[in-house]
């Protein structure tokens, strides 16, 4: 499975932005897809996560300005991000693993495949 990530861009503080991110070689269906971010000089963080068929989960902090959905006939995982901050500023990644289990969505560890990220920065 390959992954593309795409949607970021220089953004302002309050803006929106839809990440996508596509599976090429096979599709989503059966797979759990998850969205980490990784800033400057701190650990990848866990964003959100969906299973299959759609249960989601978010890291509680977020939860609210982060959207994650998915288009199966588009073999597309968006996250939308709502009233974007300056703290997002970040590089955005899509992973996704199969036999995830929904208290593992937040475990890099447990994906197998990661997209190369795609960088969001947000200016105050």
């Known amino acids: 499975v390959q992954l593309q990530a795409s949607g970021g861009g220089l953004v302002q503080a309050g803006d929106s932005l839809r990440l996508s991110c596509v599976a090429s070689?096979?599709?989503?269906?059966?797979?759990?897809v998850g969205w980490f971010r990784q800033a400057p000089g701190k650990e990848r963080e866990f964003v959100a996560g969906i299973r299959w068929p759609g249960s989601t989960r978010y890291t509680d902090s977020l939860k609210g300005r982060f959207i994650i959905s998915r288009d199966s006939p588009k073999n597309t995982v968006y996250l939308q991000i709502n009233s974007l901050k300056p703290e997002d500023t970040a590089v955005y990644y899509c992973?996704?693993?199969?036999?995830?289990?929904?208290?593992?969505?937040?475990?890099?560890?447990?994906?197998?495949?990661w997209g190369q990220g795609t960088q969001v920065t947000v200016s105050s």
């Open positions: 992973a996704v693993g199969t036999r995830i289990i929904y208290s593992q969505l937040d475990v890099p560890s447990a994906y197998e495949h």
């Open positions: 070689g096979r599709t989503f269906s059966g797979y759990s």
